[in-house]
Every structure is written in C-alpha cells, then in structure tokens.
C-alpha cells in the first residue's frame, strides 16, 4: 500500500471540519477535534489561510474556509444541484423581465454570485459569476437575511457603512424592513447599492423549507419602476422564479 503524505492527510481533516458544523470554529476547536498540538495545528490553519483555502474572522478571530476553495470549485457549479435546478428558470426570468438575473448564496459575510444571466440586448456587460455583494444593501442579501438566521446574525454583528446616500445605515431601520421582506416575500434595493440602479429578489427554499439561496433581477431604476413604485410583472417574475427553483428542490408550493 501506498505511503500517504500526513501533513496533507492533516490539512485535509481540518478543510473537512470546517466544512460541517459551526461556519466559524476557534483554535482550540480545530485542534481538539483532529487531535493535535494547538502550535501543529496553527501552522497548518496558516499555511492553508496564506494559499487562500482558509480565512480568519479579524473580529472573532475564528477560522472558515476561503474563497479560494470556490473558485477551485466552479466546474462543480454546474452540477451544483441549486445552480443546476435554476439554470432554466433564471434564463426565462432575464428573458420574461427584460434584466439581468442574479442567483446568490451567503458567504463571507455577504452575497456571493453563483450564476448570473445577462440582460437580452446587444449592451456590452460584465459576468459576474464569483463576484461578492453586500449584505445590507442589496436585494438578494436582504432576502438571505431576513430567512437565514445565521444570514441575520452575521449582517446585524456587522457596521452598516453608507454605501449610497440611500443606504440604510441605522440597525433598527434595516431590521424594521427584513420584518416587510418576510411579510411581503421579497426585498428591494433602490440606489441604496448603486446609484440609479434597483433590485428585486426573493427567496429559494429546499425540501426542508429551509433558504438555501436568492434569485432576483437588477436594471436602471426607469425601467425597474414607474411613478416611484417597482412594476408589479417584475416582482411577480422574481417571485414566479424563486418558487419554481424552489418546487424543483422539493420545497412544494407556498
């Protein structure tokens, strides 16, 4: 039998703890459950935090993994069954609104792309795949807040820096519109992100019920509404998309 390299063999059960579990685990954690000295066991978290696999909370000072580990990961998109089951869906959601369509998950204290369909027309645009959005102020990260809680724990441990004059900074403001996104069942960004763009996005959920991701469509405010309020076809195929992803996770109807 083959000789196995054990610090590889080491590095592999502490990528696979953070894996499951807590997000976010402590020294000591890491090191009582693979069962080694904290000084082995710290050289290994930061050699994997120096080649991106691995990432330290600067508040908490607690270990995740890294952002490197995704994008080692996007062949395996494709077969993500999320991305996989709302490939068709975003694809009509773009084509039926007119928009670009945005799937996103929670990661590193904020939104991260995992697909994204480009508006229908001839505009040069930007893949956004990967890309990270924050929390606060965008539409799919207020969606992820308001059904995740560990989503709404993260944002609400976190400043809520002024990204836009129309950002919400105040915590009990935004805490007050994550109540009207679950009464609702979608959220909205007007400009508080980007200037003179605004967002629709509404909840996936798995067999469980649980959220899992949010999908949702981004374009110039003109379009996106008319007379001050968002157009009613837009929510209802942001809304229209997210239930269909989520039937085909098993979620049912609701």
């Known amino acids: 039998m083959a000789r196995t390299i054990q610090s590889l063999e080491r590095a592999a059960a502490v990528l696979r703890l953070l894996a499951g579990g ?8 890491i090191a009582s459950a693979i069962g080694l000295a904290k000084a082995t066991t710290h050289g290994l978290l930061r050699t994997l935090q120096q080649e991106g696999f691995v990432e330290q909370d600067v508040h908490s000072g607690k270990y995740q993994l890294g952002a490197e580990l995704l ?59 990967g890309a990270m ?6 539409a799919l990260g207020k ?26 900074t105040d915590p009990a403001e935004f805490e007050k519109g994550l109540e009207e996104v679950r009464s609702r069942g979608w959220a909205s960004d007007l400009g508080e992100t980007w200037d003179g763009v605004a967002s ?9 019920k649980m959220p899992v991701g949010a999908v949702g469509i981004t374009g110039a405010v003109e379009r996106m509404q008319q007379g001050g309020t968002l157009h009613a076809r837009l929510v209802a195929a942001v809304r229209d998309c997210a239930r269909s992803v989520s039937r085909d996770l098993g979620a049912g109807r609701f």
């Open 200 to 208: 629709i996005a509404a909840p996936i959920l798995d067999r469980r």
């Open 71 to 129: 994008r080692l990961g996007n062949s395996y998109l494709d077969v993500h069954e999320l991305r996989a089951r709302a490939l068709v869906w975003t694809d009509d959601l773009a084509r039926s609104s007119g928009e670009s369509a945005y799937l996103g998950v929670l990661h590193q204290r904020g939104v991260l792309i995992v697909h994204h369909v480009f508006r229908p027309d001839d505009s040069r645009q930007v893949l956004e795949v």
């Open 22 to 29: 807590e997000r976010r685990l402590g020294l000591s954690d």
């Open 133 to 138: 959005q924050p929390l606060h102020s965008t």
């Open 143 to 168: 969606v992820l807040a308001a059904y995740d809680p560990v989503a709404h724990n993260e944002v609400m441990e976190d400043a809520f820096p002024a990204i836009t004059e129309r950002t919400v």
